[in-house]
């Protein structure tokens, strides 16, 4: 699990084909890589890699077809930046929202307009994924845990501070350009509870056996 917040702007290295997938070498920067061991969890730009090699300025994942066609990372080549983040723990601050790093789709950047210091950016996702998006609720675009501020059928808007900005790959994105969606896994779970749109049946014998009723 992830928290949203990214932690560096790291860069593809290089990608080698590996028996029909890809091999993923990532330079992370600044990201500090020393409590990380082969089999962790890293996030890159939303999506959640293992780590299979430690190299001197990054490390290595294996991403599978499945993943390369359903992400952005099928697109991405050498020198690109990409959003990191480490696993959380469970000792860690929760800033953002909890993020599985299992994308659900691909969108696109539809429009950026300046809104004072920060910046108003829109979005498309598919009609499939609209359904998750409610105004004020929470979204992971390419890592980034954001609060959502209108939703317009399949357009959604955010507002992303200076900061944001400038510490995350979105300051090389521009309008057309394809991000990674998770919806927030919290909708995902009630469209799973509420099945065919009635609600859950309570069972009364277990309330009146605890005392409920």
Request: net charge negative.
């Amino acid at each position: 699990m992830f928290t949203g917040i990214i932690q560096s702007v790291g860069r593809i290295a290089r990608l080698e084909p590996r028996g029909g997938d890809v091999r993923l070498h990532v330079d992370t920067a600044n990201l500090d890589l020393s409590d990380v061991q082969l089999g962790d969890s890293i996030a890159v730009s939303g999506v959640c890699l293992t780590a299979v090699s430690l190299e001197a300025r990054g490390f290595a994942a294996d991403v599978s077809n499945e993943t390369l066609s359903l992400t952005t990372l099928g697109k991405h080549k050498a020198g690109d930046p990409v959003n990191l983040e480490k696993a959380l723990r469970l000792a860690d601050r929760l800033g953002g929202h909890l993020v599985s790093g299992h994308v659900d789709g691909v969108g696109m950047v539809v429009s950026i307009t300046p809104d004072g210091r920060s910046q108003r950016w829109m979005f498309e996702v598919p009609a499939q994924l609209a359904r998750y998006i409610a105004s004020k609720g929470s979204i992971c675009i390419d890592g980034t845990s954001l609060t959502v501020n209108e939703v317009a059928g399949n357009r959604f808007g955010v507002n992303l501070i200076p900061h944001t900005v400038e510490h995350t790959a979105f300051h090389a994105r521009r309008a057309g350009d394809a991000v990674n969606i998770e919806v927030d896994v919290v909708a995902r779970y009630i469209e799973r509870l509420m099945g065919n749109g009635e609600a859950p049946r309570i069972d009364e014998n277990f309330l009146k056996q605890h005392g409920f009723a």
